[in-house]
């Protein structure tokens, strides 16, 4: 008999577990898998990416938007960092804001552990739960190490997230077994993909990268971003594309600018007067010049042929302004994603308008908490996510 007991031992179930043990409950944290925190391990190229100096509440995706705002200005950054001191932890920040380990991401995970240890909270790994019920004394857990019971029950089972680190839908299970709402789930931070015809005639672009700004969507569902693309062989990757697909919505088109903060249609007719030089060595001076090289080739493909041997000084201003509209309000219709194995977090879960955002608490089950990624409140990439994980879980465990 437990006073909490924690399902999913990631990110958020670990800070949970531990400061809900360190404020003197009997906390038990279950988890399936055979590894610690292997999201964690694997996270920020290996050296996790566990936050960012501005995270706020701007930086999160919901149905609810302002749910996530009492968590996050519990918990901050600068607290998380103060964890990270006391464990002798170093760091170091990247661009714009995203903050990593000196060392492996074990660190992190390390960290974690020794909190829970600090909280005498006990383990149950690998541990399967089969059926969780409910009573007038709490909840009853069958599992694969026999039964628990525990007053309170936190969910924090993550996302469908890349499913090959044992990754499952069990939250929104359990979610929809007490009757909650659920926000359809769908990838996010994810590659986007294209049909390969619409492609071909940037297929060989493959490795050329630059940063671009681009949007997609309409009023509160308008995301803006301003990131670094890489071209593939199959589409669009990179930053720039993991951004925006939180934001994207099957059918709608993806605009980006891919000369941002520049007047290239300006440019160019600048550089015209008495200028010998054919059109695509003059962009290709002032742009990429496999880019460059490749958008007149395709510009040409599609019915304007000789543009791109065509002299500067006989090239007609309005040729070289369509040229640059082009190039900065450039149109594509993703065909889908590139699914769950490929994405960073799950968008979606559990509607917070069921929940309580002081405590994370269902409102109509007393003794049911969700927290993390299962919730449904998703955050920018490059530290946010985990921001949230560590500040719904602190949330949850100061209200247990």
């Known amino acids: 008999m437990f006073d909490v007991a924690v399902i999913g031992a990631g990110a958020a179930g670990m800070m949970c577990a531990a400061v809900a043990g360190q404020r003197g409950l009997r906390v038990v944290l279950i988890d399936h898998a055979e590894r610690l925190a292997e999201k964690i391990r694997i996270s920020g190229g290996g050296r996790c990416n566990f936050t960012n100096v501005g995270a706020g509440p701007a930086n999160f995706l919901s149905d609810n938007p302002h749910f996530c705002r009492s968590a996050l200005a519990g918990y901050t950054p600068q607290d998380f960092l103060a964890l990270l001191r006391s464990h002798r932890i170093a760091w170091h920040e990247k661009h714009r804001g995203q903050l990593f380990c000196d060392d492996s991401s074990e660190s992190i995970i390390e960290m974690l552990r020794a909190e829970c240890g600090a909280g005498r909270v006990q383990w149950r790994m690998p541990c399967r739960v089969a059926e969780v019920g409910r009573n007038d ?46 926000i359809e789930p769908r990838p996010a931070l994810v590659p986007l993909t294209f049909d390969p015809a ?12 630059l940063e671009v700004a ?68 003059v962009l290709g001076g002032l742009w990429p010049r496999r880019l460059a090289d490749q958008w007149l080739h395709a510009a040409e493909q599609a019915g304007q042929p000789g543009l791109a041997a065509l002299r500067m000084a006989d090239a007609p201003d309005k040729t070289l302004r369509a040229l640059g509209q082009g190039i900065h309000e450039w149109r594509l219709v993703p065909s889908g994603t590139a699914g769950y194995k490929k994405a960073e977090v799950m968008r979606g879960g559990v509607d917070t308008r069921g929940l309580d955002q002081k405590s994370m608490q ?15 409140v998703t955050g920018w990439l490059g530290g946010y996510n985990f921001q949230w994980a560590w500040a719904s879980g602190v949330a949850c465990a100061r209200a247990l």
């Open 137 to 182: 004394a709490g909840y009853v857990l069958r599992t694969s190490q026999g039964e628990i019971r525990a007053g309170k029950l936190v969910v924090a089972a993550g996302g469908m997230a890349i499913p090959q680190l044992g990754a499952t839908d069990f939250g929104l299970k359990l979610a929809r077994q007490f009757g909650l709402k659920v």
């Open 214 to 281: 681009l949007s997609t969507g309409t009023g509160r569902a308008r995301g803006e971003f301003l990131e670094d693309l890489l071209f593939t062989h199959r589409g669009l990757s990179g930053p720039a594309i993991l951004q925006i697909s939180s934001y994207w919505q099957p059918g709608q088109a993806i605009v980006l600018d891919l000369a941002a903060g520049r007047d290239l249609a300006g440019e160019l007719i600048a550089a015209k007067p008495g200028n010998r030089q054919q059109l695509h060595t």
């Open 198 to 209: 619409q492609w071909r005639p940037f297929a060989e672009l493959s490795g050329v990268a």
């Open 362 to 376: 269902a409102r109509q089950v007393p003794g049911l908490y969700f927290i993390g990624e299962a919730v449904d």
